[in-house]
Nanobody, 124 residues
Framework: QVQLVESGGGLVQAGGSLTLACTASGRTLSGYGMGWFRQAPGKEREFVGSITWIGTSPEYADSVKGRFTISRDNAKNTLYLQMNSLKPEDTAVYYC?????????????????WGQGTQVTVSS
């Protein structure tokens, strides 16, 4: 069993930055792809970014490309999401997830374990 805990969310002004972290316990994240998703009020959960098990070939949603950076530290069992140039439309609960395989995936059913989420609010 894997437990994922997100941290680093909060309130930030438009144009600001936040870094989210996702720390795993129970089992190592090494060997598995990881992803970030988000869900805004009244909307479905959507893909944000994904990274392979060795930290290569990150993929991003078009809406965050060039502003967000996903990375991981397998030695620390931690996944990160650096968010720059934040916009009010980035406001959502952000979730990290561990994939079933080692690649990158942009659909939620490719992920087996999920965190509880952390709130990010961007004010205009």
């Amino acid at each position: 069993q894997v437990q994922l805990v997100e941290s680093g969310g909060g309130l930030v002004q438009a144009g600001g930055s936040l870094t989210l972290a996702c720390t795993a316990s129970g089992r190592t994240l090494s060997g598995y792809g990881m992803g970030w998703f988000r869900q805004a009020p009244g909307k479905e959960r959507e893909f944000v970014g994904s990274i392979t098990w060795i930290g290569t070939s990150p993929e991003y949603a078009d809406s965050v490309k060039g502003r967000f950076t996903i990375s991981r530290d397998n030695a620390k069992n931690t996944l990160y999401l650096q968010m720059n140039s934040l916009k009010p439309e980035d406001t959502a609960v952000y979730y990290c997830a561990r994939a079933r395989g080692g690649g990158t995936y942009d659909v939620s059913n490719e992920y087996e374990y999920w965190g509880q989420g952390t709130q990010v609010t961007v004010s205009s």
